[in-house]
């Protein structure tokens, strides 16, 4: 069983649209990443959190660690979010652990 | 500031040959972390090594090792190369040691084992 667990695996969304993608662990971790990657392999570091919340644009990400469960936020999509959006997390800072991804696919 | 770098970007190799894949940090980072990425099992982490030494390891076999040069250089050698290290090997670079600073990636070496 994975330990990080994403939801969904896969998401169509219309431009304009705000999009969650939640993401779920199973024990007590050091940091939650938020990744993205695009067709051809490169991946960019959206977020990095322990706590709270933080923002970046269009992009938001909270943590809430007793309920072990991470979201990302996209307000206001656009095409060029299409992309894979991957959640990581990184145990006892020596393990980093990955989840399968969520494909988001923004129509004009 | 330039970013991470890796070469070679692509790699055919046929089985039970070893090969070794390369990753410049952005400057002034110490950290390097290495990452396989494949269809079937996803990104897994491989190592990560910070001031030359090996600080954390994944679950991989002994056929995947790695070394750190004091310019922060690293370099990722897998042996007796199987059918299934077909994959996207990606390094990172961060400030600190410990998986819990912001991870920078390089683009990735994509090898394929015939």
């Known amino acids: 069983k994975n330990e990080v667990e994403q939801s969904p695996q896969n998401l169509t969304a219309q431009e304009g649209e705000f999009i969650t993608i939640n993401c779920s662990y199973s024990?007590?971790?050091?940091?939650l990443h938020w990744l993205q990657q695009h067709p051809g392999g490169g991946i960019v570091s959206l977020f990095m959190?322990?706590?709270g919340k933080k923002k970046h644009g269009r992009l938001i990400a909270t943590i809430n660690i007793q309920e072990k469960h991470s979201s990302l936020h996209i307000t206001a999509s656009h095409p060029r979010d299409s992309a894979v959006y991957i959640c990581?997390?990184?145990?006892?800072?020596?393990?980093?652990?990955f989840g399968a991804g969520t494909r988001l696919t923004v129509k004009p | 500031k330039a970013g991470v770098t890796q070469t070679p970007r692509y790699l055919i190799k046929t089985r039970g040959q070893q090969v070794t894949l390369s990753c410049s940090p952005i400057?002034?980072?110490?950290?390097v972390s290495w990452y396989q990425q494949t269809p079937g099992q996803g990104l897994q982490f491989l190592f990560e090594?910070?001031?030359?030494?090996?600080?954390n390891k994944g679950n991989f076999p002994g056929r995947f090792s790695g070394r750190q040069f004091s310019n922060s250089r690293s370099e990722m050698n897998v042996s007796t190369l199987e059918l299934g290290d077909s994959a996207l090997y990606l390094c990172?670079?961060?400030?600190?040691?410990?998986?819990?600073?912001?991870?920078?990636f390089g683009p990735g070496t994509r090898l394929t084992v015939l």
């Open positions: 990172a670079s961060s400030l600190e040691w410990g998986l819990t600073d912001t991870q920078y």
């Open positions: 024990v007590g971790i050091s940091a």
């Open positions: 959190l322990s706590s």
């Open positions: 990581a997390v990184t145990y006892n800072n020596n393990d980093m652990r």
């Open positions: 400057s002034g980072h110490r950290s």
């Open positions: 090594y910070f001031s030359e030494t090996q600080r």
